[in-house]
Every structure is written in C-alpha cells, then in structure tokens.
C-alpha cells in the first residue's frame, strides 16, 4: 500500500480533508462504525502553509511557547493519519479503538432528565440563566456524598465544571508558568502540552523525545507502573493518573500512601486524576483523597464522559480541598475559584441536570452497567492479544488495554495496523517516550466491532 | 439602614451566606424575582482567611499573576452585596438588573431541537461522543451563512465554543504574556482580568484604578463613546466591543474603519466582541468584517446567550479568519485550533443543537422576538431615567442603557440603589475607572420587574 503515513511528516492541511469528509462514501451506519467526523474530530483546515507566507502579516510576535509544542495534538494527530487512509481508499471498513470515545447509548434514566430540564427552559417557571460559576448545589453536594463520603470532602471543595481536560488547562492558568512540573511517562498528553503552552517548559529536545524542565516519571513493566519516586526530583506540580491513562495501571493504596508522602516532603501539589475511578475492580483507592493526609498535598479531577457516555454531553468536576495552601497561606480553591469565574461561565444547564441524574440510585445503577459492558470489551481485547503471544497490561482496571511490542516503534506499529487490519489504535509514544515499544487500545465500542477488531487482529498476527 | 456596604471592605468570605442560600426565605416564584443563587452566581465559601493561616502549606509559590487581580471579579462581588442586603433583610424583594442575565424562557422550536437531540443520544443510532474541537459542520455553515454572508468568511473560520467570556481567555493562552493590550474605558472586566492573569500587565495602580502597561483607551459621552485613536498607544491586541458593554454604544462603520485602519498601521490584533450585535437597530455594522481589509487585523469573538437565552445553555462562536497572521507569518487560526484541541474539547452536542436550530428561519424569527422584547425593556428604563432628569446613554442598539450621576461614585449610587430601592444595578467604575459616575442598567427582566424597579427609582429620584 502506497499510503503515506509518516510519522515525521507535516500534518496536512488540506481542504481535500473536508471535501472527503462531507463525500465519503463510507457507510458509517450498516457497519456500525463510526464516522471520523463524529468520532475523531474533523480535521481543522485552516491556512494552507503556501497562504501564511504572502498576505499582509501583523507585528504581534507569535507566542514562543505555543511554537514549542510538537506537531499537532495526539488524537487530532490519529485522526489526520485515519483520514489519509479513508482519502485513498474510501471503501475501508476502518474501526475506532483510538481515541477513548464512548459509543454506547445514555441511559434513559439520564436523558430523560436532561429532556425535562430542556422543556422546561422553554417555560417561565423553569427557565434559568447563569448558574453558580462552580456549579449547581444539589449537583455539588450529589458529587461530594457520592464519591467522597467520609472522606472530609464536602461539597463547597467540589468545582463542577465541562470536563477534565478543560480543568486542568484552568489548573495550569492558576498555577502560572513559574512551576516545575512531573508527569507518569507516558501520560495523558493534556498534562505535558499544556504546561508547555503555559511556558513552565524548555523546548523539546528531539533525541530525547522530552521538554526540557519537565521531570518524567518512568512507568513501566519493570517498576508495576508506578514511578521510583526515590530517584525522581522535587517538582512543584506531579500529575498523577489512576486507573492510569494510557497503561491501564490502577495504583494501590501503599503506593498512593508513598506519593503524598513524596509530595508532603517536597510541598508539592498532586493533580490526581481519577476519570477512571470507576473502572476500578479491586480494592485499589477510588480517590486521592482515601489516603489521610492527602487534602494537604492533592487536588483531584473527574469526569462523567467515561460513566455516562458524556464525552459529547460535556460535565466533570474537579475537587480542591480547601486544606490545599500555597507557600504563602493563600488556599489554591481560591485562585481557582477566581479563574472558573473569569474564564468560565459554568458547565451546560442541562448537562448538569443529566449529572445529577447520573447519581440517583438508578442512575448510578445504569452507569454501571454501562461500565461493565466496557469492561467485557477490554476483556476480550486483552484475551485477544494474550492468545497472541503478546504482552498485555491493563484492562482490568481501566477501559485501556496496552499491549508490548518489544524493539518496534509505536508508530510503526500503529500504521501496520491501521493499514492492514484497519484498527485505528493510539501509539504509545503519543504518550511520551515511555509509551515506545506500546500501543493503546481503547475498549470503547459496540461489541460487534470490539468482535470484528479482535478478528483481524488475529488474522494479522497470528 | 446599616447594611455595610463599603466598596473597599475586604469581600466576606464567610459559610452564612451559603446557609442564607439554603434557608433563605426570600420566595422568588411567587414575585417573579429571581434568587441570588440563580440568577448571579452563589456566593464563593472558600476557606475562610484564618484558616488559611493555620495547616500545613506547599511550598508551592502562588502565581504572581492573580496576586495582582483587584478583589473578585465583578459579578460575583455584585451578588455578594446583594446577598449581605438580604442576609440582613431577608424579606427585601430586591429586583437584579445587575448582570445581563436573560430571564425569558428558550423559544420552543429551539428547545423541540435540543430535546431531540438528547432524546436520540439514548439510542443506538442517535448517540455521539466526542465531536469536532472546534464544532459541528452544519452548525459552523449556518454561523457563517447566517451571520457572515459575503463578508468573505468561511465555515472553517468559524470555531464554535461554550461561550465568548471562555474564548476571551482561551484567546489570551494564544497570545501569551508577552503581548501588550488596549481596552476601552469602561470594558467589559473578563478583559482585563484575563490580561492580569495572563501576566501581559504590572500592578494595579490604586490611585489611577488601573493595571500598569495597558493602554486604557477613554470613552465617555464627550467623544461619543469611541476612543480618540490618535492619542492611543500602539498595542499588540486592543479588545473593542460593539455594541459596548457597558456603555450601550456602538461603533459607525466610519468608526469601525478608522479603527481597523489604525490596527493595521500599528500592527495590530484587534479582538472584535460582537455579542451584543444582533441588538443593533440602526445601519452600524453588525460585524467588523463588514469593513474592507478586517480580516487581515481582526478576530470576532460572538455568543447566543443574548440571542436565545443561551446564559445557562452555553454557546458561543469566535471567527479567526486565515488571513489574520503573526509577524513572522504563522496563521493565528493555527494556534487557536490547537488550543482548541488541547484546552478544550468543544462546547455540549446538546447545546449545539439548540445553537442549530437559532438559526433556522423559525429560530431567527422566535430570537428576535425576544430581542425585541428586551429592547423595549431598556426603552422603558432610558425613559423613566430620563423623566428624572438623569443623562442616559445606550439602550437604543444595546440592552444596558448608562445612567450619567456627575461627581457621584458609581459604588456609592450602586449602594443607595441597592438599599432603597432596592434593586440591583451595575457600577461603572466595576468596568474600569472611566465608568465611575456612571451605573448600568441591564435590561434582562420580566416586564412586570422592569416596570416595579423603574416605579422604584422613580419613587427614589423624583
């Protein structure tokens, strides 16, 4: 196949992109499979390179921290090189085990709450405006006596907010660019990319595939994915990400105990994050904030997107104890606080009525279930590659199998399986250098694809 | 009364006013009045200041940045005020004409879509997760057809968001904290603030009212509201917004020209606020691409919370044309997609829905109904200011009419206004110091409460 899909190459800017999307013929509905529009993002055609060099040009300087990120975002990345297939060979039944994008349908205890709030806002009685800029008080309180019961949180330390990744870009604004910064290698691109674009970084030093300034926090199969924190040094800021994205690793209470310890010597802030959390099968910590000491040291994100299926629907939330102080005595809920109400105007109306939906009893219920069903699916990915001969970490915990291929590149690895199979999958190194030698495979799907997926993979590999 | 309302006191971060919000009993249906917690933001009960002093601290620095910011953000210093009134006087029946919160319910043939909409994400066929960072297809087209028809702007020019306050900022990540900013005097405060926060200014100057290193541009009623661009410093960005917010007046294409013009001189970026467009009743541009050459010195920042009552809902677009460059050529639609893609993960499938259907003929007919209805609002508050003798300025093109008090301080009328009438207004001075000696009355209110507050202030003035 004479595909090009290189990973060093420019990202293409074409409009071809859009006119493929809108004339595929690429029947995503009798398949089952989705759309890369809906499922991937379209992908952003702004100016071509050829335009940018002969207009009229303003005198403001580029940002210099925005021209040190590398190439484009991971999953925009994915799907630019999914979207080069589709261009070529238009008729590929490509599948979708890439960006961790829920597929399942809401549960109607949930939606049904979210129709009613929507009617009612077409009614005097029912309408609303502005909400609290940190969201709405029976959601706060549901959060706090849902998931952090006994555990000293209350519901004023809760920020309802549109998700995760929109929080820890507010976090990174609160802290500013003067903080050093650790992440797990690999993490969540979010974390790294973001402190680059706050300007806490160096530049990205090509060999070592690393931003300068930021200390990355090894994880891997020799160390059970959690980082050797004796021989990791003080940052200010350490994300943290359990059940971890994108190694499925679940971290466990004695190791959690070891990073508030790791972070009350070194007065460091943990940014834990716990989208996953209730993926969580064993007994492993569901929040940071199970570890005493921990309100001290940590705050915690969430979000509904990967329980309820609201990764287009939009709500998370992110914990900061009110116990979490600078060097200075000032508390950091208070600084956020100011940035959710300047930057931000509050989560959707009507999401929040779908959240606080998602935890009544039957909503929590169908939340579950809905989980568990993800949880066969990763299941039966893991058997599938374990059957394999390969190596494969997570899935237990997390929605996320990451499968070893020692001595390949991740992006080659990806491209033999994006062309051959075709699966779109994530290649470890998207999530840092740690992640070479890996691939992600999401277990978000219906079934009949997570089946259809695991066929060819066994047909490719076996 | 001795309601302690003094401007300058340290604002009361105290846990009596969350438990006022939950026992108050201020009825707000049965008066048609809508509550604090509603309509301006419950009041922040982060930890209070000795317990700041207390636990144990990181040795975490706080961001310099927001140690500068000057108290809350306005809205909620606002609502902090009103809820002292009624934590005194729990049975004032206090009328908000503060924040421009719309109050009239969502047009049906807007919510009929969206309750489609989160009807189908419970089914198989209709369900979405992630969609496109920057927005649906069809809802970018309709934008760009809509609103931007022969202006030359094209649907993926348009990015769609959760609303302009939120791009404002995602803006200022783009731009950095090495570009230097104008501002009309008075503005709306989420530009400065962001500025602060971004560290693109010094301190704040209490004699001036002012942050070192912006160029406040004055706008009063000698010049006609528009700034005397011959004696403003060149700036890397200048926000200016038309129909201004606070001041009601909006700009002339003659205006909007030179001001184009002198961006391109300088070399400018000028982040053009056009929420407030659809408001103009008169042949001002309604966009500042209607002016020949803006695409090469301007972005349009534009919401539907005004329009559809879309406050709570959440939407809102911001066009960076392609041929608006930095200096040394990159594309600063570049970097907002990747801010887009990294910061943000695109505004609620649910509201984009809602935001689809504004924009159908039947939708565009039910917004400016209600636009309509607003504006005669503010017609009967300019008249009833006027009647008193008070210079009144706006509320013909806009929804905030600015009530001249000379030689009066804005929070002093603000309080008077507050504790006898009382209803809840605006300070101008809130705005930047060119609006002290000047209130806004927002025109957001059930008729009934805009003719009860305008009988207030009568009874008051007259």
């Known amino acids: 196949m004479s595909v090009i899909l290189n990973p060093t190459a420019t990202p293409l800017y074409?409009?071809?992109?859009?006119?493929?999307?809108?004339?595929?013929?690429?029947?995503?509905?009798?398949?089952?499979?989705?759309?890369?529009?809906?499922?991937?993002?379209?992908?952003?055609?702004?100016?071509?390179?050829?335009?940018?060099?002969?207009?009229?040009?303003?005198?403001?300087?580029?940002?210099?921290?925005?021209?040190?990120?590398?190439?484009?975002?991971?999953?925009?990345?994915?799907?630019?090189?999914?979207?080069?297939?589709?261009?070529?060979?238009?008729?590929?039944?490509?599948?979708?085990?890439?960006?961790?994008?829920?597929?399942?349908?809401?549960?109607?205890?949930?939606?049904?709450?979210?129709?009613?709030?929507?009617?009612?806002?077409?009614?005097?009685?029912?309408?609303?405006?502005?909400?609290?800029?940190?969201?709405?008080?029976?959601?706060?309180?549901?959060?706090?006596?849902?998931?952090?019961?006994?555990?000293?949180?209350?519901?004023?330390?809760?920020?309802?907010?549109?998700?995760?990744?929109?929080?820890?870009?507010?976090?990174?604004?609160?802290?500013?660019?003067?903080?050093?910064?650790?992440?797990?290698?690999?993490?969540?691109?979010?974390?790294?990319?973001?402190?680059?674009?706050?300007?806490?970084?160096?530049?990205?030093?090509?060999?070592?595939?690393?931003?300068?300034?930021?200390?990355?926090?090894?994880?891997?199969?020799?160390?059970?994915?959690?980082?050797?924190?004796?021989?990791?040094?003080?940052?200010?800021?350490?994300?943290?990400?359990?059940?971890?994205?994108?190694?499925?690793?679940?971290?466990?209470?004695e190791q959690l105990s070891q990073l508030v310890q790791f972070a009350k010597n070194n007065g460091s802030i943990v940014v834990y994050d716990s989208a996953y959390a209730m993926y969580i099968s064993d007994d492993s910590p569901r929040s940071i904030f199970e570890i005493p000491g921990a309100k001290e040291v940590a705050l915690e994100t969430a979000s509904s997107s990967k329980y309820a299926g609201f990764t287009g629907v939009r709500l998370g939330w992110t914990v900061v104890p009110k116990q979490l102080l600078f060097s200075d005595g000032f508390p950091v809920a208070k600084d956020f606080s100011r940035i959710i109400s300047t930057c931000f105007n509050g989560a959707s109306n009507i999401s929040q009525a779908g959240g606080l939906a998602c935890l009544s009893p039957e909503g929590l219920k169908a939340m579950k279930e809905v989980i568990g069903f993800y949880k066969e699916n990763a299941n039966i990915i893991v058997e599938t590659f374990e059957s394999l001969g390969f190596k494969v970490y997570g899935g237990k915990n997390a929605p996320y199998a990451w499968v070893h291929f020692p001595g390949r590149g991740s992006w080659d690895v990806f491209n033999e399986i994006l062309e051959k199979a075709p699966v779109v999958t994530t290649p470890g190194s998207g999530f840092g250098p740690g992640g070479e030698d890996f691939i992600r495979v999401s277990a978000f799907g219906h079934r009949e694809n997570i089946l259809e997926a695991c066929r060819r993979l066994k047909e490719l590999y076996s």
């Open 14 to 253: 074409s409009s071809s992109f859009s006119s493929f999307l809108n004339h595929s013929n690429f029947n995503t509905r009798s398949q089952n499979v989705s759309s890369p529009a809906k499922s991937l993002g379209v992908c952003k055609c702004v100016a071509a390179p050829q335009e940018s060099q002969t207009g009229y040009r303003t005198n403001v300087s580029r940002n210099a921290n925005m021209a040190k990120l590398q190439a484009g975002y991971l999953f925009p990345e994915v799907a630019r090189r999914r979207s080069a297939l589709l261009l070529k060979y238009p008729d590929s039944k490509v599948i979708s085990l890439g960006i961790g994008d829920t597929t399942e349908p809401i549960p109607e205890v949930i939606t049904s709450a979210m129709a009613t709030k929507v009617n009612s806002l077409a009614t005097i009685e029912g309408y609303s405006g502005y909400g609290a800029y940190e969201g709405e008080k029976p959601l706060r309180r549901a959060i706090a006596s849902t998931f952090y019961t006994d555990l000293g949180i209350e519901e004023d330390d809760i920020f309802v907010s549109d998700g995760s990744k929109c929080d820890i870009s507010r976090l990174q604004v609160v802290f500013g660019s003067n903080v050093t910064m650790a992440v797990q290698d690999p993490s969540y691109p979010a974390y790294v990319d973001s402190s680059v674009i706050m300007g806490q970084t160096g530049q990205y030093l090509k060999d070592a595939q690393k931003y300068g300034s930021i200390e990355y926090m090894w994880c891997s199969p020799e160390n059970g994915f959690f980082p050797d924190l004796s021989s990791a040094s003080r940052t200010d800021i350490i994300f943290f990400c359990s059940p971890n994205n994108p190694t499925g690793a679940v971290a466990t209470r």
